[in-house]
């Protein structure tokens, strides 16, 4: 408890209030164990309180980052703010920023990775691309037995339900296998049933550059792309604005701020996440895109 001076001049005494990171969770999960015990009506009362604060708060978050990202000084403010584990958390718990998937993997491997390790077994996870998470296991999880099955499919639920940017699941072998046929034909073919299109080589993709693509996979399916160059790092979108769905392709890049600027209407978009900076809430439709054995690949109908 601290006393603070009223407007009148007293003291009053009030509850200060937590500011460990720990401490302030703890406060949040004891306050929704509370709302949960509530009746149905005040409980939606007190949910729709909150929902209501969180959508206030989310906006003028994305205000404050939107205006510091604009600002050469206050872009380097905003990078060692989001270290701070307060901040990063808020920012994270409304979406505005997002965890690396790597991180956010590893950390969820690490609490099913003692009961692999009680039944001799272990797991690395190796890269993850596109969605995909390419694992190798060892041990008791690295054989066709029913028990190492079950090892395995418990890996694969704990990343799928956990973590948000992984779709699915790839064990890679251990050590190469023979075949009559080619593996690099064998993979090629797989990603092609998987719905991904073989693009041009990664240097043709100039820095700085908007290059539109007609893109039909395997089965069929149709879609227009435009792939950009931000210093080296590729993003494909699909070639509609998000605002009347006009077509991207003679947009304007700028390296320098990362946006990309609509031709027609002058929306803009940031243009390695595609987050739309002119309307809050819209968003480029973004395409899977990985390089593999010097090409770049896109994944239609993902």
Not at 25 to 51: F, G, I, K, Q
Not at 137 to 147: D, E, I, K, Q, W
Not at 201 to 220: F, K, M, R
Not at 246 to 255: A, E
Request: proline share 6%; net charge negative; glycine share 8%.
């Amino acid at each position: 408890m601290i006393d603070t001076p009223a407007v009148d001049g007293t003291v009053s005494t009030v509850k200060q209030q937590p500011t460990d990171l720990e401490m302030l969770a703890n406060a949040v999960d004891t306050s929704a164990a509370a709302v949960a015990t509530l009746d149905p009506l005040p409980r939606r009362a007190a949910e729709d309180l909150r929902a209501a604060i969180e959508a206030i708060h989310r906006a003028g978050l994305v205000r404050l980052v939107r205006r510091l990202r604009a600002d050469p000084r206050g872009r380097e403010l905003l990078f060692e703010l989001v270290d701070d584990p307060v901040i990063h958390l808020l920012l994270s718990l409304h979406g505005i920023i997002r965890p690396d998937p790597m991180v956010h993997a590893q950390t969820v491997l690490d609490t099913v990775r003692p009961s692999l390790q009680s039944h001799g077994g272990d797991v690395e996870l190796v890269r993850v691309e596109a969605g995909v998470a390419y694992l190798r296991l060892s041990g008791a999880c690295n054989g066709c037995s029913m028990a190492a099955v079950t090892m395995r499919t418990g890996v694969e639920k704990a990343l799928t339900e956990n973590v948000p940017s992984i779709t699915s699941v790839e064990v890679l072998p251990n050590s190469p296998t023979p075949a009559l046929i080619p593996l690099s034909d064998l993979h090629v073919r797989r990603q092609e049933q998987n719905g991904w299109v073989r693009a041009a080589a990664p240097d043709s993709y100039a820095d700085g550059e908007v290059v539109s693509l007609s893109l039909t996979s395997a089965d069929g399916q149709q879609v227009d792309a435009i792939v950009i160059n931000i210093g080296g790092q590729l993003s494909a979108y699909v070639d509609a604005c998000a605002h009347q769905g006009l077509p991207l392709g003679k947009g304007m890049l700028d390296v320098a701020a990362g946006t990309l600027t609509c031709p027609w209407h002058g929306f803009c978009y940031d243009a390695l996440t595609g987050e739309c900076m002119s309307a809050p809430g819209a968003q480029l439709e973004q395409l899977p895109l990985r390089i593999d054995s010097g090409r770049v690949w896109i994944q239609v109908g993902a």
